[in-house]
C-alpha cells in the first residue's frame, strides 16, 4: 500500500501543496522540450525528404555553436560570423549531397543511416581538429540575447524564469511558423513536400532532388545552428552537447518521423515529462531517471500508436 | 588457377549441403585454425594476444549476436552493449555467490540471463518496426546501464561501483584475474568463440535460420507461409543476446578484468552495430571481418604517424583517427554497401577464373 500510495497519489499531492514549484518544473520541462523539438525537427525534416534517417543532426548542432564560437574567438565581428556559420553550413550540406548522398541513392536504409554515422565521425574528428576539443563559453552578450531571470510572485511562491529560456522558446516558436509556411506556400516547399511522397513521381514531374536535398540539409543545418546557440548558450560549446541528440530519438518515435507538428508536440512531451518524472517520481527509485524515462515514455506511446502520435499509417502488403 | 571447384564432385546430399562445400575452403578454414590456435599463441607477444587478438575475438563474437537479430531477423537493435552488460554482471553475480562452480560454465550460463533479458526487451518488435524499434531497444539500452548503476546488489556493494573480476582456477590453471597468463585467456576466448560461431553457422543453415530469413525479408509474408512471428522474433532476440551475454562476460573475464557500467554504453552498441554493417549485415565471416576493421584500424592509425616520423599531438592523431574512421564508413559504403563480405566473395569470384577475365 505504502509503495503504490508514493506511486499513485504522493506526487499529487507535492504538486498541489507547492503549485510554484510545480510550475516552475513545467516551465523547464517546457524549455528543455523546445529544444529536443528543434532537434527532432532537423531530424523529421531530412527524414520526410530524403528518408534519411540522419544521426548527424546531434554533431550538426555542436559543429555549427562550434564554428560561430570559433569564428568569433578568430576576431571575427558576431553576426558577420552568424553569416560566415551560415554560409558553412550550406558548403556542409552541399558537401555532404555531393559525396556522400548521391552514390547511395536508392540503397537500403539502414546503409544511409550508417552513412550518417560516418558524417557524424568526421565532423567529431573536423570540429576537434580545426577548434580544439576543449568546451567554450556560447557568444551570448555579441549576439544581444539577454541573461538573468525574471521572477514573479505566483502560485504562492516564487517562480523565476530565465530570460534566455524566454527568449529560446520565441525563437523557437517563430522558426517552427517559418517553416511551417515555407513548407504549405512556397514552391521549393511543394516540391520537397512532392519529393517526400514520392521520390520517382517527384522526379518525374521535372523536380530535381539533388537540388531538394541540398535544401533540405541546409535547412536542417540552420535549425542545428538556431539550436546549436540556445543549448551552449544553456550549458558550454563542447562535443558533450552530441548527447542530447540521442535525447532528440524519443521524441521523434513519440510524434512520428514524418511529421513536424509531431515533433513540437512530442518534444514537449517528452521535456515536461522527463522533468516531472525525475522531479516527483525519480527520488522512488533513486534519482537518474532522465536517462530512460523519455525512452519509456515514448515506448509506451508506440505499443499504442506503432507510427508514433502524428506519424502516417503504416500500411503494409505482401 | 588454384582456387576451382572442377573435379570435385558431389556424390551425396551431405557433403552438397556442406558448409564449407569446396574442398579449398576446407583447406583455407583449417589453416586460419591452425594460425589462430598454434602459430599466434607461439609467435606473439602479450600486445598482439591482449591488446590485438583478445579483443578482437569479443566483438566478434558480439558482432555475431547482432547479426543474427539484425543482419538474419531484421530486427534493428541499438542495445548490444546493454546485453553485453547483462552477461558480465549475470556472470560477475554467479561467480561471486557460488566460487566454487567452474568459471566456464558461468560464463555460458550469464548468457541465459541475457537471452532472458534480451526477449523481454524484445517483446515490443511484434508491433514495432525498422527504426522505431531501434529506437524502443535504446529504452532497453538506457534502462538497463541504469541499472548497472543505481543497483548496488549488482556490483556487491562495492565502494568503486565497479566490478573487479576474481581469481579462477580450472584444473590447476589460473584462468581468470590478474594473474592469469594471456595465453591462457586467449585459448578460453578463442575455444568459446569457434564452438558457439559453429553453432551459429549450423544454426543459419537450419530451420530456425531460414524461419529468421523469411522473417527478415518480409515478415507478413512469412506469417502467411505459417511461421509464428512472435516465437521467431523472441527467439531471434534471445538468442542474439545470448551471444552478446557471453562475449560481455569474457570481454570482463578474459579482457577487461574488471569494469564499470560505462563500458556497457551506448558507444558500444553502436561501436558493434558498425562493425557489422561494414562487415556485412547477414553473413558470419562478415562480423569477423567487421570487427577486424573497426577495432584494429584505430589502433594501426594511431601507430603510423609515430613510425612514419611525423611528429604528431596525440590529441590530433585521436582526431585525425576519428575523421579517417567517419571517412573509410562513408568509404566503404559507397564502394561496397553489401560489406567486406561480399567483397571477399567478389574477390574469391575473380580467384576462380583467373588468370582469365571471366
Known amino acids: 500500500m505504502g509503495i503504490l500510495y508514493n506511486i499513485f497519489i504522493d506526487p499529487f499531492v507535492q504538486m498541489g501543496q507547492a503549485p510554484d514549484l510545480f510550475v ?18 532537423g531530424f523529421v525534416l531530412i527524414f520526410k525528404a530524403s528518408g534519411v534517417f540522419n544521426f548527424a543532426q546531434g554533431i550538426m548542432v555542436v559543429f555549427a555553436a562550434l564554428t560561430l564560437v570559433g569564428l568569433h574567438t578568430a576576431g571575427v565581428p558576431a553576426f558577420l560570423a552568424l553569416g560566415l556559420t551560415i554560409a558553412v553550413m550550406f558548403a556542409l550540406a ?39 576539443g576543449d568546451p567554450k563559453v556560447m557568444i551570448t552578450e555579441a549576439l544581444y540575447l539577454p541573461k538573468g531571470s525574471i521572477t514573479y510572485k505566483a502560485f504562492g511562491g516564487i ?18 511558423a517559418v517553416l511551417a509556411v515555407f513548407f504549405s506556400k512556397t514552391r521549393i516547399g511543394r516540391a520537397l513536400r512532392a519529393v517526400a511522397d514520392s521520390h520517382s513521381a517527384a522526379l518525374s514531374v521535372g523536380i ?61 512531451i517528452i521535456g515536461i515529462g522527463e522533468k516531472l518524472g525525475e522531479f516527483y517520481w525519480g527520488p522512488l527509485v533513486g534519482s537518474g531517471t532522465d536517462a530512460w524515462f523519455a525512452y519509456v515514455i515514448a515506448l509506451v506511446f508506440l505499443l499504442f500508436r506503432p507510427q508514433g502520435l502524428f506519424g502516417e499509417k503504416i500500411i503494409e502488403r505482401v | 588457377m588454384f582456387y576451382r571447384e572442377a573435379g570435385q564432385f558431389k556424390t551425396s546430399y551431405a ?71 547483462v552477461g558480465a554482471y549475470a556472470c560477475y553475480k554467479l561467480t561471486t555467490i557460488y566460487p566454487g562452480v567452474n568459471i566456464i560454465i558461468w560464463v555460458i550460463a550469464s548468457g541465459f540471463f541475457a537471452a532472458a533479458v534480451g526477449a523481454v526487451f524484445g517483446l515490443p518488435s511484434l508491433r514495432i518496426k525498422g527504426f522505431y524499434l531501434a529506437i524502443a531497444t535504446l529504452a532497453a539500452q538506457f534502462f538497463l546501464e541504469w541499472c548497472f548503476i543505481r543497483i548496488p546488489w549488482l556490483y556487491n556493494y562495492n565502494v568503486s561501483a565497479a566490478i573487479e573480476v576474481p581469481q579462477r582456477e ?20 578463442l575455444s568459446i568463440v569457434v564452438v ?40 531471434a532476440f534471445a538468442i542474439s543476446s545470448f551471444y552478446c551475454g557471453v562475449s560481455g562476460a569474457l570481454m570482463v ?25 561494414i562487415g556485412g549485415l547477414g553473413s558470419l565471416l562478415g562480423s569477423f571481418l567487421g570487427a577486424a576493421l573497426i577495432y584494429i584500424l584505430p589502433i594501426i592509425l594511431r601507430f603510423v604517424p609515430p613510425q612514419l616520423g611525423i611528429p604528431l599531438h596525440a590529441a590530433t592523431i585521436e582526431h585525425i583517427t576519428f575523421m579517417t574512421i567517419g571517412a573509410l564508413i562513408v568509404f566503404f559504403l559507397i564502394a561496397e554497401p553489401a560489406g567486406l563480405a561480399r567483397l571477399w566473395q567478389i574477390g574469391k569470384q575473380k580467384l576462380r577464373v583467373w588468370p582469365f577475365p571471366y
Open chain 1, 24 to 41: 516552475q518544473t513545467l516551465w523547464e520541462g517546457l524549455v528543455g522540450g523546445m529544444l529536443y523539438a528543434l532537434i527532432a525537427l
Open chain 1, 94 to 132: 552541399w558537401t555532404i549531397e555531393r559525396v556522400v548522398l548521391r552514390p547511395l541513392v536508392n540503397q537500403p536504409d539502414i546503409i544511409l543511416f550508417m552513412a550518417t554515422f560516418g558524417i557524424t565521425y568526421f565532423l567529431i574528428g573536423f570540429g576537434e581538429f580545426v577548434f580544439g
Open chain 1, 159 to 176: 517562480v523565476s524564469l530565465q530570460r534566455l529560456d524566454i527568449v529560446a522558446v520565441i525563437v523557437a516558436s517563430i522558426m517552427v
Open chain 1, 208 to 268: 530535381s532532388l539533388e537540388q531538394i536535398w541540398v535544401i533540405v540539409w541546409f535547412a536542417a543545418g540552420l535549425v542545428a545552428l538556431v539550436t546549436g546557440i540556445f543549448w551552449g548558450a544553456r550549458s558550454d560549446v563542447s562535443f558533450a552537447l552530441e548527447v542530447i541528440a540521442l535525447k532528440a530519438l524519443p521524441v521523434l518515435i513519440l510524434g512520428g518521423f514524418t511529421s513536424i507538428p509531431g515533433a513540437i508536440v512530442g518534444g514537449l
Open chain 2, 15 to 85: 557433403s552438397d549441403q556442406a558448409v564449407f562445400p569446396i574442398l579449398q575452403d576446407r583447406i583455407g578454414v583449417f589453416i586460419i585454425l591452425a594460425i589462430a590456435f598454434v602459430v599466434i599463441p607461439l609467435t606473439g607477444n602479450d600486445f598482439i594476444i591482449n591488446a590485438v587478438m583478445i579483443p578482437f575475438l569479443v566483438f566478434s563474437l558480439a558482432a555475431i549476436g547482432l547479426n543474427l537479430l539484425t543482419g538474419y531477423t531484421g530486427q534493428l537493435s541499438l542495445g548490444t552493449g546493454a546485453f553485453m552488460g
Open chain 2, 170 to 189: 580450472l584444473f590447476g590453471i589460473i584462468v581468470t584475474g590478474p594473474r592469469a597468463s594471456a595465453e591462457t585467456r586467449y585459448y578460453i576466448v
Open chain 2, 196 to 235: 558457439m560461431t559453429w553453432m551459429a553457422s549450423n544454426l543459419m543453415h537450419g530451420r530456425i535460420g531460414r524461419m529468421w530469413m523469411a522473417v527478415r525479408d518480409m515478415d507478413i509474408a512469412a506469417e502467411l507461409m505459417g511461421i509464428r512471428l512472435l516465437p521467431t522474433k523472441l527467439l
Open chain 2, 253 to 277: 573475464f578474459l579482457w577487461y578484468g574488471g569494469a564499470e557500467s560505462a563500458v556497457f554504453n551506448i558507444n558500444q552498441s553502436f561501436t558493434i552495430l558498425f562493425m557489422i554493417i
